[in-house]
């Protein structure tokens, strides 16, 4: 049995251990960087998806699955965009113990696949726009030091929305409608972000813009948690995806891509969860409740019969409750189900089936409330609501608390050792500042403000008038 302590001070090990302690992983498959997805994991993984597809569904968006393999002469056009990603693949050449007719990709992402497609549907201004999505694995050679959800060889789920349109600004309009389903999205977990607009040298090649989110993990270390790509016509062009216009002419389409992943849910846990393991909000919890009926010899039978019927009235009225009859302690199963971080406990024993209530307790204060039967769905309804609002809070403001400003480089060391870990500084746009930047303090630039409020402000490194207001900060 596992206990979760220390999570500022040694967050990579808690986090290992609520992982695997609270059954949402087993790290131990013998390929780095590839996980095994255990039942409880895998159902708050999916209730997460359910949540980003019923967004993307409600803008318009239509679900499709392509193939996990690429043929060589395709991935060779994405490559040419996707900067990176000619060393992080991996390849098939064999089936059998024929070599296959061609080299094969397994996919690192989809563009591919998916555009080649787009080439064959669009026709004219008629088929447009043209909106997909798919959520499936990724495969990736990553030679960093990986880290489970956060920095893996097979990413699932990856979820990647690809969008078609007509003109620049129906393009523009969608990126708008992206940036708001993310950010509906990061709401109803709750987690608290950062949203920047991407410098220019992490656009894929011929891209008009990009929008990234960042989220504060407590480590200090900021987090991506979703982007948003214009990627105007760069692809068109190299997969030949044009339509007629309303005038009888020609034109490449305007494109759009987004992503999301399992960081989702790596930032949820390490937001939100505390020294005793998970605290899920209560979108995505596989439970809501959890009934544990406390039994000894006397009035056992009594107590049962009460802790069953509670269980019905809940599952009539919509919650999605469990009833705990295993044979073990009140402490262990306490123990079990605090780790997994179910919103409410409800504790059942003799002393509450002879006065008609019920002990409520909350799993992210923990804290216990006496309530009368008659008042128990209202109750359990209000703490619910609560849940979620006060993680939100809470998030937000130790995220508030690790946000600083410097105006020069030398000022970096003394605010990250306050404790400020994302730092707002002027920035000329240079890359020669870029790279000092980064070389003297171990941070990088993140993104850009979205509101570009330089007024009579001095890039940090050389002094020159400031172009844009930069974030800093420590990254995965």
Same mark, same amino acid.
């Given at each position: 049995?596992?206990?979760?302590?220390?999570?500022?001070?040694?967050?990579?090990?808690?986090?290992?251990?609520?992982?695997?302690?609270?059954?949402?992983?087993? *790290?131990?498959?013998?390929?780095?960087?590839?996980?095994?997805?255990?039942?409880?994991?895998?159902?708050? &993984?999916?209730?997460?998806?359910?949540?980003?597809?019923?967004?993307?569904?409600?803008?318009?968006?239509?679900?499709?699955? %392509?193939?996990?393999?690429?043929?060589?002469?395709?991935?060779?056009?994405?490559?040419?965009?996707?900067?990176?990603?000619? !060393?992080?693949?991996?390849?098939?050449?064999?089936?059998?113990?024929?070599?296959?007719?061609?080299?094969?990709?397994?996919?690192?992402?989809? +563009?591919?696949?998916?555009?080649?497609?787009?080439?064959?549907?669009?026709?004219?201004?008629? !088929?447009?726009?043209?909106?997909?999505? *798919?959520?499936?694995?990724?495969?990736?050679?990553?030679?960093?030091?990986?880290?489970?959800?956060?920095?893996?060889?097979? &990413?699932?789920?990856?979820?990647?929305?690809?969008?078609?349109?007509?003109?620049?600004?129906? =393009?523009?309009?969608?990126? #708008?409608?992206?940036? @708001?389903?993310?950010?509906?999205?990061?709401?109803?977990?709750?987690?608290?972000?950062?949203?920047?607009?991407?410098?220019?040298?992490?656009? %894929?090649?011929?891209?008009?813009?990009?929008?990234?989110?960042?989220?504060?993990?407590?480590?200090?270390?900021?987090?991506?948690?979703?982007?948003?790509?214009?990627?105007?016509?760069?692809?068109?062009?190299?997969?030949?995806?044009?339509?007629?216009?309303?005038?009888?002419?020609?034109?490449?389409?305007? @494109?759009?891509?987004?992503?999301?992943? +399992?960081?989702?849910?790596?930032?949820?846990?390490?937001?939100?969860?505390?020294?005793?393991?998970?605290?899920?909000?209560?979108?995505?919890?596989?439970?809501?409740?959890?009934?544990?009926?406390?039994?000894? =010899?006397?009035?056992?039978? #009594?107590?049962?019969?009460?802790? $069953? &019927?509670?269980?019905?009235?809940?599952?009539?009225?919509?919650?999605?409750?469990?009833?705990?009859?295993?044979?073990?302690?009140?402490?262990?199963?306490?123990?079990?189900?605090?780790?997994?971080?179910?919103?409410?406990?409800? #504790?059942?024993?003799?002393?509450?089936?002879?006065?008609?209530?019920?002990?409520?307790?909350?799993?992210?204060?923990?804290?216990?409330?006496? /309530?009368?039967?008659?008042?128990?769905?209202?109750?359990?309804?209000?703490?619910?609501?609560?849940?979620? *609002? !006060?993680?939100?809070?809470?998030?937000?403001?130790?995220?508030?608390?690790?946000?600083?400003?410097?105006?020069?480089? =030398? !000022?970096?060391?003394?605010?990250?050792?306050?404790?400020?870990?994302?730092?707002?500084?002027?920035?000329?746009?240079?890359?020669?500042?870029?790279?000092?930047?980064? #070389?003297?303090?171990?941070?990088?630039?993140?993104?850009?403000?979205?509101?570009?409020?330089?007024?009579? $402000?001095?890039?940090?490194?050389?002094?020159?008038?400031?172009?844009?207001? /930069?974030?800093?900060?420590?990254?995965?």
């Amino acid at each position: 049995m596992l206990v979760f302590q220390n999570k500022q001070k040694r967050f990579g090990e808690w986090y290992r251990e609520v992982l695997l302690d609270a059954g949402v992983l087993d *790290q131990r498959f013998p390929l780095k960087g590839c996980n095994v997805w255990k039942e409880y994991g895998t159902k708050i &993984m999916q209730n997460i998806m359910v949540l980003l597809e019923n967004l993307l569904e409600q803008t318009g968006h239509s679900k499709m699955h %392509f193939p996990l393999l690429i043929p060589e002469n395709l991935f060779g056009k994405e490559s040419q965009h996707l900067r990176g990603f000619e !060393d992080q693949v991996f390849w098939v050449n064999r089936a059998g113990k024929r070599k296959t007719s061609r080299k094969l990709v397994i996919r690192p992402t989809s +563009e591919t696949a998916i555009y080649y497609m787009f080439s064959l549907w669009v026709r004219s201004h008629a !088929d447009l726009p043209m909106k997909v999505y *798919q959520t499936v694995s990724v495969f990736r050679l990553e030679t960093k030091s990986t880290k489970p959800l956060i920095r893996d060889r097979e &990413m699932w789920p990856f979820n990647e929305a690809h969008t078609v349109h007509a003109t620049p600004e129906e =393009a523009e309009k969608q990126i #708008e409608i992206g940036i @708001q389903v993310y950010k509906e999205l990061l709401t109803r977990l709750p987690l608290p972000y950062l949203l920047v607009k991407k410098p220019e040298w992490e656009l %894929f090649p011929g891209a008009l813009s990009a929008y990234e989110f960042y989220t504060l993990m407590p480590d200090g270390k900021v987090l991506e948690t979703g982007s948003v790509n214009n990627l105007g016509q760069a692809f068109s062009k190299v997969f030949n995806i044009t339509f007629e216009k309303y005038d009888g002419t020609r034109d490449y389409a305007h @494109q759009t891509c987004y992503g999301q992943s +399992e960081r989702l849910l790596a930032s949820v846990i390490a937001v939100h969860g505390d020294d005793h393991g998970l605290v899920l909000p209560t979108s995505i919890a596989p439970t809501s409740v959890v009934i544990v009926p406390i039994l000894y =010899a006397k009035g056992a039978e #009594e107590v049962l019969n009460y802790a $069953r &019927m509670i269980d019905r009235l809940l599952k009539e009225k919509g919650f999605t409750a469990t009833l705990d009859q295993r044979e073990l302690t009140p402490g262990e199963k306490f123990y079990y189900w605090e780790k997994r971080g179910i919103p409410i406990r409800l #504790e059942v024993g003799l002393l509450e089936t002879e006065h008609r209530t019920v002990t409520i307790v909350q799993r992210h204060t923990l804290q216990r409330k006496e /309530a009368p039967l008659e008042d128990l769905v209202r109750e359990i309804e209000e703490a619910l609501n609560a849940l979620d *609002q !006060d993680l939100l809070t809470r998030a937000e403001s130790l995220m508030k608390e690790d946000m600083g400003s410097v105006s020069n480089l =030398a !000022d970096v060391p003394d605010a990250v050792e306050k404790g400020k870990t994302i730092l707002e500084v002027p920035f000329c746009g240079e890359n020669n500042c870029k790279l000092l930047v980064e #070389e003297e303090t171990d941070m990088e630039i993140i993104g850009f403000s979205m509101e570009r409020n330089t007024a009579r $402000r001095r890039c940090l490194v050389c002094v020159k008038e400031a172009k844009e207001t /930069a974030y800093l900060a420590a990254t995965y």
